[in-house]
């Protein structure tokens, strides 16, 4: 039996080779205690954060929503607030140095890499005899989901259909649904394109029945909205009407789509960096502890001539990134050009952190930490090059026992 097959064959519904890829890899990262309480520890505090910054989204006009990259279909959506807290299932991704922790952006409305963080990490690790780092975070999932439901079913009253969807023709998307379909007893899969949208009446599944909650976790709302029919219907804007009309409930809520835009880390910075008095003293040290400068042009990190990196408001997985020199030239870009005419944000470069594999490959890695309804949970990394993008690997982590030295 290969090292492979000793590890993933017996872990169901995953899929650690892809597209006859690797995807996922046979090595553990090492991770000490500390590291683990460190990570929890900013995303709760940067959660806060975000939180806060909600309620001034909220109150902008839509002229400031369209510079802060908002389409403008979406405007009409953006203020409605169907449940607490602002999302269900939320990833930071953090750069992790022993000096510092720096958040790169929040996948508050679609996150992926649910099942490697939450299922298939900690079995790797005891396989590889490394203590777990998620403990028992599988069943806080299972738990935020079923409350999120329950919350929904406020609105809809008793007995609701409930349908999780994704692409079906995608493995990925297809099998970390139907992980998460899981823990909702009686819930139904109908995939994207057998949904039917009846304007002003409901969103029907494959088998003609109407749905009162739809749990989308992998299919972004920016997406939704270029969708159009043979007949020329906005699909996207058609479905979040019945969301507003009070005839449909979308897990994630319309709250995560909002806070999702990569802008939003750059009205947090201006705030921070104008010491405005809306964010208290204890704001302004989160900021400055885990937040990178962040703007909507280019021009601070011109005049100061310091790398930078530009990022689409809505791009995912590293789709349409570029790291720029100090000077204004490139100095890598991701090939994938997808998100190319969407505004961008500017960030502040920060290198991540490298690791040998035993293979003598070099990656580079990130760490994700997953926020359920505010709480820290489940810690993944996700490895690759220096733009972690769709062709990064899911990299184990394993703890280590108090005193013992992480690898690195």
């Not at 990064?392 to 992480?406: A, D, V």
């Given at each position: ?61 839509d002229e400031a929503l369209l510079e802060l990259g908002y389409p ?262 991701n090939e994938q050009r997808s998100f190319s005419e969407q505004a ?50 899911f990299l184990p982590i394993g703890r280590l026992q108090e005193g ?5």
């Amino acid at each position: 039996m290969s090292e492979r097959q000793d590890i993933y064959g017996d872990i169901e519904a995953f899929w650690d080779v892809l597209d006859g890829e690797v995807y996922a890899l046979t090595d553990v990262l090492t991770v000490s205690i500390q590291t683990i309480e460190r990570l929890r520890t900013a995303a709760r505090d940067v959660y806060l954060i975000f939180e806060k910054i909600a309620p001034i989204l909220r109150t902008m006009e839509d002229e400031a929503l369209l510079e802060l990259g908002y389409p403008e279909q979406s405007l009409p959506f953006l203020r409605l607030e169907t449940m607490r807290p602002l999302s269900i299932i939320s990833r930071f991704d953090f750069i992790v140095t022993d000096e510092r922790i720096s958040v790169m952006e929040w996948n508050a409305d679609t996150p992926t890499f649910i099942k490697e963080s939450f299922d298939v990490n900690d079995r790797v690790a005891k396989k590889r005899h490394w203590m777990p780092v998620n403990a028992g975070e599988s069943a806080e999932l299972g738990r935020s989901i079923r409350r999120a439901i329950e919350a929904a079913t406020h609105r809809t009253g008793e007995r609701p259909h409930i349908v999780f969807t994704s692409h079906g023709d995608n493995i990925e998307d297809r099998l970390t649904t139907e992980y998460l379909q899981g823990f909702v007893d009686g819930a139904s899969y109908c995939p994207l394109d057998e949904l039917e949208i009846r304007a002003e009446d409901g969103l029907y599944d494959q088998h003609g029945k109407r749905i009162d909650i739809l749990y989308r976790q992998t299919f972004p709302v920016e997406m939704a909205l270029l969708d159009r029919d043979e007949e020329g219907h906005d699909l996207g804007v058609l479905l979040l009407q019945l969301v507003e009309q009070g005839l449909l409930e979308i897990i994630n809520p319309p709250a995560a789509f909002l806070m999702q835009a990569k802008s939003v880390l750059a009205v947090i910075w201006t705030l921070h960096e104008t010491g405005h008095p809306y964010l208290t003293a204890r704001d302004h040290q989160i900021i400055a502890r885990y937040f990178l400068p962040t703007y909507l042009e280019p021009d601070v990190f011109l005049e100061r001539r310091c790398r930078f990196v530009e990022k689409p408001i809505f791009g995912r997985e590293g789709d349409t990134v570029t790291i720029y020199q100090g000077d204004g030239k490139v100095l890598l870009s991701n090939e994938q050009r997808s998100f190319s005419e969407q505004a961008s944000v500017y960030q502040e470069y920060r290198a991540l952190p490298t690791y040998e594999l035993r293979d003598g490959a070099e990656v580079a890695y990130m760490y994700g930490v997953f926020v359920l309804g505010g709480r820290a949970s489940a810690i993944g990394v996700r490895a690759g090059e220096r733009i972690t993008g769709n062709r990064s690997y899911f990299l184990p982590i394993g703890r280590l026992q108090e005193g013992e030295e992480e690898t690195r």
